[in-house]
Structures are given as structure tokens and as C-alpha cells.
């Protein structure tokens, strides 16, 4: 009897664990979403009053601008070729297994070629991701200013990994500790 209690029992109760956990998560996000909207149209509003004033000058700047674009058109724009690792999920260091992080990052590659590496060596990609972030305490993954060194380390780690792939910049599209 106690046997069939383990054996059904307790992989329900990981289901309901992972089903709660993933529940909070969105909620999560929608409330964190909820609340950059709300803290950028307060942004748009300071930004309208002071948008007037400056107009003028950037009048001025913007046909220096394009003057500057027409020199350097042959540079590729920004977020051409992203590539995206959607989920991962790790423990970070001295949690003891109790804390969570979940990110999905956004590479920004400078070619098509490096993307297309980058797609087909996703499974390197993931384990250098997640060994970066599981040697972070919560406490260094919880400062936003530590997590632009943690951007550093990940970018230097795969490109040294994969000398063929050149990233322009890497984003976090979500990071969540729980």
C-alpha cells in the first residue's frame, strides 16, 4: 500500500510543483509587464513635455545624422540576425538546489553564418549558459549591475568555445529567480 502511495503519489506532487511553478512565473511577468507600462507612459508623458523644447536641436542634429548614415550604410543594423535560447533553466551557486533561475536570451550575431552556428550548436550554447549562471550566487544574479558581467562572461565563453562566432551584444528576454 505504501508502495502505490510513492509510486502515484509522488510524481503527482512534482507535476503540481512544476504546474505551480510555472503558473507564478507568468503571473509574474504579466505583473512585471503591467508595471513597466505604467512606469513608461508616466516616461512618455515627462518625455512629451520636454520633447517640445528640444526639438529644435534635434532638427539640426538629424540632418547630421543623415548625413553620418550615408557613410556608414554599408554597417549592419542592429538585431539583424538574432538568435534565441528560449527557457533555460539552472540552479544557481549555494542554493542547494532551492532557487530557480529562468532566463531566455537573445544573441545579437553579426552574420547569417555565425547564427546559423549558433543554431546547430544550441546544446553547447545551453551548457555554457547554465554552468555561467550556476557559478552566481542569488545575491550577484539579483544585481542588475553584476548581470551586465555575467552578459560578459557568457559572450567571452562561447566565443572562445566557438572561435567562428562573433555576437555583437546578448540580451536577457526574461530572467526570473525564484
Known sequence: ?????LIIGLPL???????VYFITANILLSQNHSEQDNSNSKENVKMEKSSNDEQN????????????????SSAKSV?????????VICNPAESNG?????TSLGFDMNSAES???????????KDIVISSIARK????????????????????NIESKIPKVKINDLYFSKFIIQ
Open 98 to 102: 532551492k532557487i530557480l533561475v529562468l
Open 13 to 19: 506532487f512534482i507535476l503540481q510543483l512544476v504546474v
Open 137 to 156: 550566487t542569488v545575491n550577484e544574479l539579483s544585481n542588475v549591475a553584476q548581470r551586465d558581467s555575467l552578459k560578459l562572461q557568457i559572450v567571452q
Open 1 to 5: 500500500m505504501k508502495s502505490k502511495i
Open 79 to 87: 538585431g539583424e540576425f538574432l538568435f534565441t535560447l528560449e527557457d
Open 57 to 72: 536641436s534635434e532638427e539640426n542634429n538629424k540632418k547630421d545624422t543623415e548625413k553620418n548614415d550615408e557613410k556608414n
Open 115 to 125: 547564427k546559423k552556428i549558433m543554431e546547430e550548436k544550441s546544446i553547447i550554447l
